[in-house]
């Protein structure tokens, strides 16, 4: 249910990026799928990005794909697959759409950059950018600029790298990991729950191994290796990241050793997975 935020007073167009300033009582609005749907204390003011009019999507002349934080859900899906991305990038895009356990109402206002920054462990977005290296593109309050990995930018439970007047601009997602081989796998307690664990697996074309945990943690979670990693190896390399970090999440939607278990065995799943010369 979508509730009336009674303390805000105003709603202003953005134009141009001096009209995008923010504080604790004047937020960002794109497509307030979240900020709609609980009170928002404190809150007087809302910015409306949507109308800055950024392209949603676009092709950098390396190959890459420049998301804008405005891009919804179905703008993502809908831009078409080109022929030079590795076996599962286009599916996995859907896949971790449809991780959001949202119907198709939702993906057309649901913002790739509002899903990132609402930083839920279960964020499908976070999942999907962090795995396949994208890099935030931030606009600073002074006028500057600054860049940080998605896997850095989401650093707990609903906090982020973000400081004082900051915003999202755009996500930038490179071409050696558009071009790699990927594997997902998702665990929830139930058919339709949130998720419990997503692992997202890639193998570049060097011959590189990435492994990328969220939902069983409070952030994203990053292995990398320079080949094809051993079990013992992938499954060292998780434990140390994630006991470096706040340890296995807990909530209702799945206890740490059923978090820990789930994402260690897909894990494996992915790594014999894309063992192999070709993708099954």
């Not at 794909?65 to 990038?89: E, F, M, R, S, Y």
């Not at 996500?171 to 990991?177: E, F, K, S, Y």
């Not at 594997?183 to 664990?197: E, T």
Request: proline share 5%; hydrophobic share 45%.
């Amino acid at each position: 249910m979508n509730m009336d935020l009674i303390e805000v007073r105003a709603l202003r167009a953005a134009r141009t990026r001096d009209d995008v300033r923010v504080n604790e009582h004047v937020r960002p609005l794109a497509g307030g799928t979240w900020l709609y749907s609980e009170p928002q204390p404190g809150l007087e003011e809302l910015i409306d990005l949507m109308t800055l009019g950024w392209t949603p999507l676009e092709a950098d002349a390396s190959g890459g794909l420049q998301i804008a934080a405005t891009c919804t859900i179905a703008q993502l899906l809908a831009h078409p697959t080109d022929p030079v991305w590795g076996p599962g990038v286009a599916s996995l895009f859907r896949r971790a759409a449809e991780s959001l356990v949202a119907s198709w109402k939702i993906w057309n206002a649901a913002t790739v950059g509002g899903n990132v920054c609402m930083a839920l462990p279960a964020g499908a977005m976070t999942s999907l950018t962090a795995a396949l290296d994208g890099e935030a593109l931030i606009w600073q309050a002074d006028g500057g600029e600054r860049r940080l990995p998605v896997s850095e930018l989401v650093t707990g439970v609903r906090t982020t790298a973000l400081g004082s007047g900051e915003v999202l601009r755009r996500i930038d997602l490179p071409a050696h990991a558009l071009r790699a081989r990927v594997g997902f796998r998702r665990a929830a307690l139930a058919p339709l729950g949130r998720s419990g664990a997503i692992v997202i697996a890639r193998r570049d074309a060097a011959g590189s191994f990435v492994a990328t945990v969220t939902a069983a943690t409070t952030r994203p979670h990053r292995v990398w290796f320079a080949a094809l990693p051993t079990a013992d190896e992938l499954r060292a390399a998780i434990e140390a990241s994630v006991a470096a970090g706040d340890g296995w999440y807990d909530d209702a939607h799945g206890a740490p050793d059923w978090r820990r278990a789930r994402t260690l065995a897909m894990a494996e799943e992915l790594r014999l997975e894309l063992a192999t010369e070709e993708q099954p």
